[in-house]
């Protein structure tokens, strides 16, 4: 099994800015991707950026995804925080466990983001 915990989330006041982190742990041979999605209240959850993408138009210029390979973790630094942004941000990533076995899709318990003044 593999688990993502997220941490960094947060309120933050308009223009501020947050530093999410999802590190995997578990029984993991390589990564293939990570990345992050969110879902705001009412609302479909949408990729954010990361993985094997560029980030949304939405959050472009704004907001940038990292990863470390050697921790297996990955990062997403959001700036100018804008209360449309307010959402529980979740990390995915695509992990195979051996070399030979498919990659198997994950999801971290996700972290509320608040934007609001």
């Known amino acids: 099994q593999v688990q993502l915990v997220e941490s960094g989330g947060g309120l933050v006041q308009p223009g501020g800015s947050l530093r999410l982190s999802c590190a995997a742990s578990g029984s993991i041979f390589s990564i293939d991707s990570m990345g992050w999605y969110r879902q705001a209240p009412g609302k479909q959850r949408e990729l954010v950026g990361g993985?094997?993408?560029n980030v949304a138009d939405s959050v472009k210029g704004r907001f940038t995804a990292s990863r470390d390979n050697a921790k297996n973790t990955v990062y997403l630094q959001m700036n100018d925080l804008k209360p449309e942004d307010t959402a529980v941000y979740y990390c995915?990533?695509?992990?195979?466990?051996?070399?030979?076995?498919?990659?198997?899709?994950?999801w971290g318990q996700g972290t509320q983001v608040s934007v609001s003044s």
């Open positions: 995915n990533a695509e992990v195979r466990s051996s070399p030979l076995s498919p990659p198997r899709n994950y």
């Open positions: 993985g094997n993408t």
